[in-house]
């Protein structure tokens, strides 16, 4: 196990930061969601506490456990006060080394999670991630749905769960960062009596291959028969976690589509009132995540409103930032920064997320450095190479009767899907 240990003694807390260098990549085609269904059972049942003995336990020392999964790992956060952080370990060490998967938790949970998906279903803006991730990426692992589907999850069971646990949980495969009230040398002390007796062997590290830029425009169109707006995505795969040019990719995105009165906003929202907000972003991971530009708006301003955003696009290849723009952006970032780290569970996120992407300090100590040193030459080159203005893929949903005919001219070929139909 990697061990990342922090001293932060102005508040009586000690927060834990568990991350299982397996994300949702490795869920089998068919059983996408066993990532994160295998986290999510941790503590649903242990060989020495049910489910709701776990619950009453963290309840009653007010504790706080949240475990979530991602494409790149998947994470288990801890938060306890310190005077109950004996009683806090003994049910972090239980809930990691000792889950049995019941049966009848697992097959709960699993229904949960079709209802919670097929309840999605009812507002487009829950879907849209999926379905865009899933139209850009294909078949590589990161076009699977994270939470998996109707007919993957339906297809799962416990079994697989516990193989899955087997397979990845060992503590050659975990970065733990703690962060908060306590001294070091007890802090290892503590650790090394709770997970000491942790068997490591060697997990399957499948290789993830990077994904393929999209050529030539498309677009997928999924029909919601009822729906009176269009919820719309723009993008191709974008950047990644290491990149080099991610400070730089990041100011000239907070100009453009990164905060309220950035340049899609302000077209979008503020000066036509097509919209009630337009983003862009870049997901940055192992390899190359999506980048992707959203909005919604009426069915019967869908066209004028992705024109204009392919307007505000063209504009930012065109006429690039200005010296002032690029100034706001600068102090904007370094102004927003210092509030991502200021309690110690962010700190404890940010610092194994660092090991992850095995990245260190310099994150911080070189970011306003670099930020500072940023020159218009260098937003040019970065929008010319990371904000495509051709190839592009459009995920619309929306009523197909009423827009099908007028998206046409974005893409040679529209695929259609029902959003009644399994899957994404």
Same mark, same amino acid.
């Given at each position: 196990?990697?061990?990342?240990?922090?001293?932060?003694?102005?508040?009586?807390?000690?927060?834990?930061?568990?991350?299982?260098?397996? !994300?949702?990549? $490795? /869920?089998?085609?068919? &059983?996408?969601?066993? +990532?994160?269904?295998?986290?999510?059972? =941790?503590?649903?049942?242990?060989?020495?506490?049910?489910?709701?003995?776990?619950?009453?336990?963290?309840?009653?020392?007010?504790?706080?456990?949240?475990?979530?999964?991602?494409?790149?790992?998947?994470?288990?956060?801890?938060?306890?006060?310190?005077?109950?952080?004996?009683?806090?370990?003994?049910?972090?060490?239980?809930?990691?080394?000792?889950?049995?998967?019941?049966?009848?938790?697992?097959?709960?949970?699993?229904?949960?999670?079709?209802?919670?998906?097929?309840?999605?279903?009812?507002?487009?803006?829950?879907?849209?991630?999926?379905?865009?991730?899933?139209?850009?990426?294909?078949?590589?692992?990161? !076009?699977?749905? $994270? /939470?998996?589907?109707? &007919?993957?999850?339906? +297809?799962?069971?416990?079994?697989?769960? =516990?193989?899955?646990?087997?397979?990845?949980?060992?503590?050659?495969?975990?970065i733990l960062a703690?962060?908060?009230?306590?001294?070091?040398?007890?802090?290892?002390?503590?650790?090394?009596?709770?997970?000491?007796?942790?068997?490591?062997?060697?997990?399957?590290?499948?290789?993830?291959?990077?994904?393929?830029?999209?050529?030539?425009?498309?677009?997928?169109?999924?029909?919601?028969?009822?729906?009176?707006?269009?919820?719309?995505?723009?993008?191709?795969?974008?950047?990644?976690?290491?990149?080099?040019?991610?400070?730089?990719?990041?100011?000239?995105?907070?100009?453009?589509?990164?905060?309220?009165?950035?340049?899609?906003?302000?077209?979008?929202?503020?000066?036509?009132?097509?919209?009630?907000?337009?983003?862009?972003?870049?997901?940055?991971?192992?390899?190359?995540?999506?980048?992707?530009?959203?909005?919604?708006?009426?069915?019967?301003?869908?066209?004028?409103?992705?024109?204009?955003?392919?307007?505000?696009?063209?504009?930012?290849?065109?006429?690039?930032?200005?010296?002032?723009?690029?100034?706001?952006?600068?102090?904007?970032?370094?102004?927003?920064?210092?509030?991502?780290?200021?309690?110690?569970?962010q700190l404890a996120?940010?610092?194994?997320?660092?090991?992850?992407?095995?990245?260190?300090?310099?994150?911080?100590?070189?970011?306003?450095?670099?930020?500072?040193?940023?020159?218009?030459?260098?937003?040019?080159?970065?929008?010319?190479?990371?904000?495509?203005?051709?190839?592009?893929?459009?995920?619309?949903?929306?009523?197909?009767?009423?827009?099908?005919?007028?998206?046409?001219?974005?893409?040679?070929?529209?695929?259609?899907?029902?959003?009644?139909?399994?899957?994404?």
């Amino acid at each position: 196990m990697t061990l990342l240990l922090m001293e932060q003694q102005e508040v009586p807390i000690v927060s834990f930061q568990f991350l299982l260098r397996t !994300g949702t990549v $490795v /869920d089998p085609p068919g &059983k996408e969601g066993l +990532s994160a269904l295998t986290i999510g059972m =941790l503590r649903k049942g242990t060989k020495t506490r049910s489910a709701d003995q776990i619950s009453s336990q963290l309840d009653f020392i007010g504790g706080l456990v949240n475990e979530s999964a991602s494409y790149d790992y998947c994470s288990l956060s801890a938060e306890f006060l310190k005077k109950d952080l004996t009683e806090g370990m003994d049910l972090l060490a239980d809930i990691l080394l000792n889950p049995v998967f019941p049966k009848e938790e697992f097959e709960k949970l699993s229904r949960q999670r079709i209802d919670e998906i097929k309840a999605a279903k009812d507002a487009a803006s829950n879907v849209l991630d999926y379905y865009y991730a899933s139209y850009v990426f294909g078949k590589h692992p990161y !076009g699977r749905s $994270v /939470d998996g589907d109707e &007919k993957s999850l339906a +297809s799962l069971v416990s079994e697989d769960a =516990l193989g899955h646990y087997q397979n990845f949980y060992k503590p050659g495969n975990v970065i733990l960062a703690v962060v908060g009230d306590f001294k070091i040398a007890e802090m290892e002390s503590l650790l090394r009596r709770h997970f000491e007796a942790w068997v490591n062997q060697p997990v399957p590290s499948p290789e993830l291959p990077e994904p393929a830029q999209i050529q030539g425009n498309k677009l997928l169109l999924v029909n919601k028969p009822d729906s009176t707006q269009t919820f719309y995505r723009i993008g191709n795969i974008g950047s990644w976690r290491t990149n080099p040019d991610r400070v730089f990719i990041r100011v000239v995105n907070t100009l453009f589509g990164g905060r309220y009165t950035s340049m899609l906003n302000s077209e979008l929202r503020i000066n036509s009132g097509l919209t009630y907000g337009c983003d862009s972003w870049f997901e940055n991971r192992k390899v190359r995540g999506p980048f992707s530009i959203e909005s919604f708006t009426s069915n019967e301003t869908t066209v004028k409103a992705m024109d204009l955003t392919l307007d505000v696009l063209r504009r930012l290849h065109e006429k690039g930032i200005t010296q002032e723009a690029l100034s706001s952006a600068r102090n904007y970032i370094k102004g927003q920064f210092p509030l991502t780290m200021e309690t110690t569970n962010q700190l404890a996120y940010v610092i194994a997320e660092w090991e992850l992407y095995e990245m260190d300090s310099s994150e911080i100590t070189n970011l306003y450095q670099l930020i500072n040193a940023m020159t218009l030459a260098d937003a040019n080159r970065v929008i010319r190479e990371y904000f495509p203005l051709d190839n592009l893929v459009f995920v619309l949903i929306g009523k197909a009767s009423d827009i099908e005919d007028a998206v046409k001219k974005y893409s040679p070929k529209i695929d259609r899907k029902e959003i009644t139909d399994p899957g994404f």
